[in-house]
């Protein structure tokens, strides 16, 4: 680029008014019907902490869930129970306000710091599930030594530290970039497209950027859980009873489905083109992994799982007889 050029482009920037807030257009304006929806996000959002916190709790308090396995999926709810406080929150404020509402430039790069930074982790943290789940299944006799205490926390703590390092790079390259012209985001919160299509700067460095840390963070660990799911299936289906096959499949059933449903939406949304015609249907897809997926978690691992369901009745069965004696000493007082 020459110097002419150059001088051109600042002026043209100039002549721009630079954009310090964004209009998050949601799901469109709805300010006649915005109660139904609003209700219905505030039920799903309040169902997702209820059930994730509930799980947290069930495995702190209850000594037969201090196993690997449950470790993991406590450290999975508490990391849902975060991402889905990403989103919902201001979600809920717009659909408030007719489905529309503005966010600063740098709310809106902290909502996808935050949300870029859990999806980043929750990817890891499932890689770690499967790799759990592959340890017991495939090595049984080396579980307790391949699995111990400090390697687990090894894996969380690994987890969270490289979903968090993994954002921190772009986040502040976007930070860099100067926005101006059109201040609309169409979309319900802040993502890395939306964003960085509201900048004046050429933005090709970040954008490849982006491209090498989605295969390090995403597929990578996507990979890592594919490998271990076709080392499960292929010692499942050499098991000779059906019924031990059943046993086996049963112990990692529900990790499948929730990696399933939260990869399968989360490819659907950034491999689809970037068309006019697609982008209402991407943020459907985007409600299945920033929305749905927390929601569903707890029922899934919850109405699949006897220890979970046993652990919570213990804790039903001991309100109750707390409720009990706090109602007998009550009447004698």
Known sequence: MTFKEVI???????????????????????????LLPFLLFLVIYIATMAGNILIVVLVITDHHLHTPMYFFLANLSCLESCYSSSILPLMLANLSKGGQGTISVTGCMV???????????????????????????????LYTTLMNGQVCLQLVA?????GFLAVNTVVYL?????????????????????IVKQACNDTHMIE?????????????????????????????????????????????????????????SLMTVYMLPKTEALREL????????????????????????????????????????????QGSNFMHS
């Open 208 to 264: 490849l950027l982006i491209i090498c840390f989605a295969g390090l963070f995403s597929l990578l660990p996507f990979l890592l859980t594919l490998a271990s799911y076709a080392s499960i299936i292929s010692v499942i289906l050499r098991i000779p009873s059906s019924s031990g096959r059943k046993k086996a499949f049963s112990t990692c059933s529900s990790h499948l489905i929730v990696v399933s449903v939260f990869y399968s």
């Open 8 to 34: 051109s482009l600042y002026r043209s920037w100039e002549n721009q008014t630079l954009v310090t807030e964004f209009l998050l257009l949601g799901f469109g304006d709805v300010e006649e019907q915005w």
């Open 111 to 141: 909502q996808y710091y935050f949300f870029a930074s859990l999806a980043a982790s929750e990817c890891y943290l499932l890689a770690a599930m499967s790799y759990d789940r592959y340890v017991a299944i495939c090595k049984p006799l």
């Open 158 to 162: 690994g987890s969270w530290i490289c």
């Open 282 to 325: 991407n943020k459907v897809f985007s409600l299945f992994y920033t929305v749905l997926t927390p929601f569903f978690n707890p029922l899934i691992y919850s109405l699949r799982n006897k220890e979970v369901k046993e652990a919570f009745r213990k804790i039903i069965a001991g309100l109750d007889v707390f409720q009990r004696k």
């Open 174 to 194: 976007m930070h860099q970039l100067t926005f101006c012209g059109s201040h609309e985001i169409n979309h319900f919160f802040c993502d890395f497209n939306p």
